[in-house]
């Protein structure tokens, strides 16, 4: 296996990318272009790496995965009460369909729908900016994992889209909280910091049927995991989420911040980060080493 990411590290080094980084963020326009990590872990403990995978960055919208299963471990499916379960189709900042299907969105992993799981978590959580910090670090066994506090200012000031997907959303009755509170939440969430590595150990509870590897608590049961991974599937990757099924074939979840995580039920857990993004806002390297990974490995769900 190392030999393998090896050789997807050097393809990468080797392919020209014709992307860039996320500039609508101002602090994440700073990031060095040339990152790249990857490292991957199996249930049985193995784990490979290479490149910059011990390397914090931006998680951004891979947030969105923690904050709903959290939600989802809490009040199971009355979750779905406020948002729906389908692929979007449309960008991850979309208004026009948020404004078509009356402040309902469709899926918690667009930013609409991650907006109404941050003011849900607010009523279920006693201290949810330390609650939810707490469950991700649990998560990945690691509590130096944090907040990025630059991040998370430079969001609040420039964040206008989501801005005004949440007051939208509030004019239908979808938000119940003040705006302003879920919004600061929303945005402290999308500015965690993590490593290829901490993601990967955090993301073996999708494939380990909703099991911590190492506690071996269940964190959430086997139907609401194997949901949570349908929703990775369909939904991971906005309106390019049919294209990462097609090119790699694994359950995952993209960021602005050039990170990809995906697992293989059973198997592993794999993450990925090159801040260098594509049209649809996701990591074009980053797509690129995962379709190697299954393709070298033969390791996918079809």
Not at 126 to 145: E, K, Q, T, V
Request: with cysteine; glycine share 8%.
């Amino acid at each position: 296996m190392q030999q393998i990411l090896e050789e997807i590290f050097s393809a990468i080094k080797n392919h020209e990318l014709k992307g860039s980084v996320a500039t609508y963020i101002p602090e994440l326009a700073k990031i060095d272009p040339n990152k790249f990590g990857m490292y991957l872990k199996f249930l049985n403990k193995e784990a490979y790496a290479v490149g910059d995978s011990f390397v914090p960055f931006s998680i951004q919208s891979i947030s969105k995965v923690f904050a709903t299963a959290l939600l989802f471990s809490k009040i199971d499916d009355d979750l779905w009460l406020r948002v729906g379960k389908e692929p979007s189709g449309n960008p991850f900042n979309s208004l026009v369909q948020l404004e078509n299907e009356k402040g309902f969105p469709r899926n918690p992993l667009i930013n609409s729908g991650a907006i109404v799981v941050a003011d849900m978590l607010l009523d279920v959580l006693g201290d949810p900016a330390n609650d939810f910090l707490h469950f991700i670090r649990h998560l990945a066994s690691d509590d130096s994992i944090d907040y990025d506090k630059t991040v998370y200012m430079s969001e609040k000031k420039s964040g206008f889209r989501n801005i005004a997907l949440a007051n939208f959303m509030k004019s239908f009755g979808n938000i119940h909280n003040d705006v302003d509170e879920v919004l600061d939440f929303y945005f402290l969430m999308c500015s965690v910091r993590m490593s290829c590595q901490q993601l990967s150990e955090a993301f073996l509870l999708f494939a380990n049927h909703g099991v911590h590897p190492i506690t071996l608590e269940a964190i959430m049961g086997v139907s609401q995991t194997k949901r949570m991974n349908a929703l990775m599937q369909t939904c991971g990757f906005y309106d390019e989420a049919g294209e990462f099924t097609f090119k790699v074939g694994l359950p995952g979840k993209s960021g602005v911040g050039g990170g990809i995580v995906a697992i293989l039920p059973k198997k592993y857990s794999v993450a990925v980060w090159s801040p260098v993004l594509n049209a649809k806002g996701n990591s074009e390297a980053g797509m690129k080493a995962l379709e190697l990974l299954t393709t070298k490995t033969g390791f996918s769900i079809f």
